[in-house]
């Protein structure tokens, strides 16, 4: 496995529209992988493929509390088939947009059918920080980063920020 370079905002690449994934082979899962472990060292909870410049869908997710097992999830093509009218707010983050928080409301629950690591179609009801963390996934691989739901000033703010913070630093 292997540790993956993650884009932060402004990349355009983070406005791309991914594209399905059209067969689970041994390519795919070895990027799944080393995304799992790119996501495990950054730290974060969830990691799609574009934010380490794969155009795919895909998406890796582990929402386990500290302390608890890992556990690791896999979505490939995912679709989220219904949504709950009740909602949930969560403070959310990205590993694309460093060190900036923002609450974002969303559906409280969402049924997501999508390919898992096996290739195997799978439907899920997923709630709580699940559900936001998929959403906030999905959201990736159609383009739209959880800032775009804030205010243009707020937005263009935090990008300044972010670019500010990436050139100041040196990456060894
Ligand atoms: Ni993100």
Not at 33 to 46: H, K, N, R, S, V
Not at 64 to 82: H, L, S, T, Y
Not at 102 to 107: I, L
């Amino acid at each position: 496995m292997a540790q993956l370079d993650i884009i932060n905002v402004p990349d355009p690449l983070l406005k791309t529209k991914s594209t399905p994934v059209d067969k689970v082979d041994a390519d795919v899962r070895r990027l799944l992988d080393d995304m799992l472990e790119t996501m495990y060292a950054a730290p974060g909870i969830g990691l799609a493929a574009i934010q380490v410049a794969v155009a795919k869908r895909m998406i890796v997710m582990d929402t386990a509390a500290e302390g608890e097992d890992k556990r690791p999830q896999f979505f490939i093509n995912p679709e989220v088939v219904w949504e709950s009218d009740e909602v949930n707010t969560y403070s959310e983050g990205c590993l694309s947009v460093p060190e900036h928080y923002a609450d974002v409301e969303r559906p409280a629950s969402v049924r997501v059918k999508y390919l898992d690591y096996d290739g195997n179609m799978q439907e899920d009801l997923m709630e709580g920080l699940n559900a936001t963390c998929i959403q906030h996934e999905i959201d990736h691989l159609n383009g739209v980063v959880f800032i775009d739901y804030l205010s243009r000033l707020k937005r263009n703010m935090i990008i300044k920020k972010v670019q500010k913070a990436t050139k100041d630093s040196v990456v060894l």
